[in-house]
């Protein structure tokens, strides 16, 4: 396969860096099982709680490690990003911790709630048209104007190397050489989170195989997996609105090289395994970090008596609006 | 105060005992924190969360010190409760694990979602109408049908010193000399966790004040510990539906000489602080667990600059029916 990547791409080193680099600023997030749920699955999972992490997702580790990486003169010009979603949440954080500006473009249609939330954290945000036209206009413009440093949500060596220390973490907490995991389930969209969990595995633990999961309504991910170039889609519609994204150059390296399998699971599954997380887990986590056990519990040949780490990558979600009631 | 409890009163010792037979059946559960809620609060808070319990609440503690101290002759007669909340499904959890029957007398137009839960940890239910008088009658007729054992949901030593393990447990997990810890916040119904937590405490960290966090709506416990005698409501209304029963000799003896205040809560102010828990620590916990923090808030002067544990007691609540969205 070829690598048309254009980017450095980055290495363990820069994962080791980044964790030193960000830890005043995360958390190092338990590790929770239940019993229930390896009954069900006919698996050990070892869930890795990054709904507990700082700003509500593991988001906050790339985004903290491009932030503290800056230099003090371009750190003095602030970042940017054009997210809406947990990426624009954990940038502004960062962002905020380090005393700096973040400038988050974002549609004027972007529903309320998201606003206050960036707000809250401190974000700047500029609204622009519902387009991407819009969109590029309005980022290229605050940028020209500011000097923000970019920081893209994923296709980026600073992020992916952050989110690379999750997966690291789960390694550490696993107990000597990884506990014996056999395997890590991790949901993808852009990538950034399975990028970095193969750039860890694949360097201190390359026996233990790497899934994704993935909606079947936002199935781009498996499909390029299967066609061996990037797929992408124009605008898909899952509840897992996290995963909606496409892959970029940076990522696709890391998936199209270290990925085991991409598996896909329906809405229906989705929702049923997110309810069933929340009520045998008493924990709140946002529908894409659902995916990893709708697929397990799918795909009961391809996990029965390993051990499973699965990443619940966040927490952010609407309390008054949970997918299992428009059932 | 005279002391007119006829029950034997359990001592630390019993706690110690506790904690070494139910260790094999209960979680040793984490202590969570949020610079968000301690920002708002103008205190240190640790919560412990026993909604990551086995069946979803503090309960099983008690549950499981009785059912595992009891003789094996006894045993095989099983135990018998009337609760229809958390107590009985941790009472059948337990049996479950000791291989004994558990039996369960509940009124037939109890919700069936909690006759499938206690059914689910493998209880036997017998079904009575919905008056005391038949669920006594009942009662009466399946203790003396099958010699089981009645473990009273809080008015019980052996339950006592089982909920006295949890209070155990914070202390250690605080750090040395219980890390500095300044008071303890408990919800309070029948006086069960309290009562724990007063008996460890008085005996382990006599410094550690003892508040009681209580519904105004059902605030039995307050109106007794003022009067300086047990005023049981009839059939208060409240969120917090654990919370409704009344204190008894036992739980009375260990609240009217242990316990620092008794604070109490609106039902909006309980509704609030649970929503604020869900969305900053990304937990699933009942509205009667959300009462401590509810009380904490609204008395910022009792609470200012200390360190507090406060006891997260349970997670079961219906996933379809969150309080905030009757607001």
Same mark, same amino acid.
């Given at each position: 396969?070829?690598?048309?990547?254009?980017?450095?791409?980055?290495?363990?080193?820069?994962?080791?860096?980044?964790?030193?680099?960000?830890?005043?600023?995360?958390?190092?997030?338990?590790?929770?099982?239940?019993?229930?749920?390896?009954?069900?699955?006919?698996?050990?999972?070892?869930?890795?709680?990054?709904?507990?992490?700082?700003?509500?997702?593991?988001?906050?580790?790339?985004?903290?490690?491009?932030?503290?990486?800056?230099?003090?003169?371009?750190?003095?010009?602030?970042?940017?990003?054009?997210?809406?979603?947990?990426?624009?949440?954990?940038?502004?954080?960062?962002?905020?911790?380090?005393?700096?500006?973040?400038?988050?473009?974002?549609?004027?249609?972007?529903?309320?709630?998201?606003?206050?939330?960036?707000?809250?954290?401190?974000?700047?945000?500029?609204?622009?048209?519902?387009?991407?036209?819009?969109?590029?206009?309005?980022?290229?413009?605050?940028?020209?104007?500011?000097?923000?440093?970019?920081?893209?949500?994923?296709?980026?060596?600073?992020?992916?190397?952050?989110?690379?220390?999750?997966?690291?973490?789960?390694?550490?907490?696993?107990?000597?050489?990884?506990?014996?995991?056999?395997?890590?389930?991790?949901?993808?969209?852009?990538?950034? #989170?399975?990028?970095? &969990?193969?750039?860890? =595995?694949? @360097? !201190?633990?390359?026996?233990?195989?790497?899934? $994704?999961?993935?909606?079947?309504?936002?199935?781009?991910?498996?499909?390029?997996?299967?066609?061996?170039?990037?797929?992408?889609?124009?605008?898909?519609?899952?509840?897992?609105?996290?995963?909606?994204?496409?892959?970029?150059?940076?990522?696709?390296?890391?998936?199209?090289?270290?990925?085991?399998?991409?598996?896909?699971?329906?809405?229906?599954?989705?929702?049923?395994?997110?309810?069933?997380?929340?009520?045998?887990?008493?924990?709140? #986590?946002?529908?894409? &970090?659902?995916?990893? =056990?709708? @697929? !397990?519990?799918?795909?009961?040949?391809?996990? $029965?008596?390993?051990?499973?780490?699965?990443?619940?990558?966040?927490?952010?979600?609407?309390?008054?609006?949970?997918?299992?009631?428009?059932?």
């Amino acid at each position: 396969m070829k690598d048309q990547c254009e980017m450095p791409i980055p290495t363990y080193e820069d994962v080791k860096a980044a964790h030193e680099r960000i830890r005043p600023h995360v958390h190092r997030t338990p590790v929770l099982t239940s019993s229930h749920l390896n009954d069900l699955a006919g698996c050990e999972l070892f869930f890795k709680c990054e709904n507990f992490q700082k700003a509500g997702a593991f988001k906050v580790r790339g985004a903290s490690n491009a932030v503290f990486g800056l230099s003090d003169e371009q750190a003095r010009r602030g970042v940017a990003t054009h997210s809406s979603g947990n990426h624009a949440l954990s940038l502004s954080y960062a962002a905020g911790r380090r005393g700096i500006p973040c400038h988050v473009v974002m549609p004027r249609t972007a529903p309320q709630a998201k606003k206050d939330a960036v707000r809250g954290y401190g974000g700047i945000i500029t609204e622009c048209e519902p387009s991407t036209s819009s969109r590029e206009e309005y980022f290229a413009r605050v940028q020209e104007e500011t000097g923000a440093d970019f920081v893209h949500p994923y296709n980026d060596p600073r992020v992916i190397a952050g989110q690379g220390t999750c997966a690291r973490e789960l390694m550490e907490q696993m107990g000597e050489r990884g506990g014996g995991l056999d395997c890590v389930v991790a949901p993808i969209g852009g990538g950034g #989170m399975i990028s970095g &969990s193969c750039l860890t =595995l694949s @360097t !201190i633990a390359p026996e233990v195989k790497i899934y $994704a999961a993935e909606p079947e309504q936002a199935d781009d991910a498996a499909r390029s997996f299967r066609a061996g170039h990037i797929i992408a889609d124009d605008a898909p519609e899952t509840v897992a609105d996290g995963l909606k994204v496409p892959l970029k150059d940076l990522t696709w390296h890391f998936v199209s090289h270290h990925v085991t399998d991409i598996l896909t699971a329906s809405e229906a599954e989705i929702v049923d395994a997110m309810e069933l997380i929340w009520k045998r887990m008493k924990i709140v #986590m946002e529908p894409s &970090s659902a995916v990893p =056990l709708a @697929t !397990i519990l799918k795909n009961p040949d391809v996990f $029965a008596g390993q051990r499973v780490g699965v990443v619940i990558t966040g927490g952010n979600v609407d309390l008054n609006k949970l997918p299992w009631m428009q059932k």
